[in-house]
């Protein structure tokens, strides 16, 4: 159980485009979603967390407007890059949380975006 | 702000050997502590929770131990494999999860 799934696993995009990576729950309810950038070599940074129906919280020095999240049911999560540049290439992963506390999180497999 | 470090970055073993992980936190105010591995371009796999009133836990041939008054846990392995070659990471939760930049083992047939 506990499953969390990303699509897609992969994305080439041509700078000043925009890209979509949905983050799904599979067989649980995710309460609380949350986003993670890891750039190669690196940690992974918490970018975002979103509860469902509500805004998202970002952190510090993550732009909200580039980076759009939307977690409009209870197990679909969506992160949209808008006007994706070659420095906004990375891995990203998602997790989600059935609201038992932020000690419990399921991650996805992540999604590799590269900006051309 | 929490700060994770682990040490060393890269470790390359003998198949066979038992070897040691290391992970250090600045903010001893945690809930608990979470070893993942990960594979190149794969997402994060789960190998063991310790809660903060915790010391160890162990699976198979894995045993992490947690010291929160001194920052640190590690992660040992025994009789290590080429399977388990990948970086490990440790999370530290507390208001969130914070990682580590990770070790990455390899494993030598």
């Known amino acids: 159980g506990a499953v969390v799934s990303q699509h897609p696993s992969w994305v080439i995009c041509k700078s000043g485009t925009s890209v979509k990576i949905e983050c799904r729950s599979l067989d649980f309810q995710a309460t609380t979603m949350f986003w993670y950038r890891q750039f190669p070599k690196q940690s992974l940074m918490l970018m975002a967390t979103s509860n469902e129906g509500s805004k998202a919280t970002y952190e510090q020095g993550v732009e909200k407007d580039k980076f759009l999240i939307n977690h409009a049911s209870l197990t679909l999560s969506t992160l949209t890059v808008t006007s994706a540049h070659p420095e906004d290439s990375s ?3 998602c997790s989600a949380s059935s609201g038992e506390g932020t000690d419990t999180q399921y991650f996805g497999p992540g999604t590799r975006l590269t900006v051309l | 702000k929490q700060e994770v ?3 060393p970055a890269a470790l390359s073993v003998p198949e066979g050997e ?14 608990n502590l979470q070893w993942f591995r990960q594979d190149p371009g794969k997402g994060l796999t789960s190998l063991l929770l310790i ?10 041939r894995l045993n992490a131990s947690l010291d929160k008054s001194s920052g640190r846990s590690t992660l040992y392995i025994a009789a290590s494999q080429p399977g388990d070659s990948a970086t490990y990471l440790c999370a530290v939760i507390g208001n969130q999860f914070y990682f580590g930049t990770g070790t990455s083992l390899t494993v030598i047939p």
């Open chain 1, 91 to 93: 891995f990203y992963i």
């Open chain 2, 5 to 7: 470090t682990q040490i």
């Open chain 2, 18 to 31: 038992n070897l040691v992980l290391n992970c250090s936190f600045t903010d001893s105010a945690i809930y």
């Open chain 2, 51 to 60: 809660q903060s009133s915790q010391r160890e836990q162990t699976s198979g």
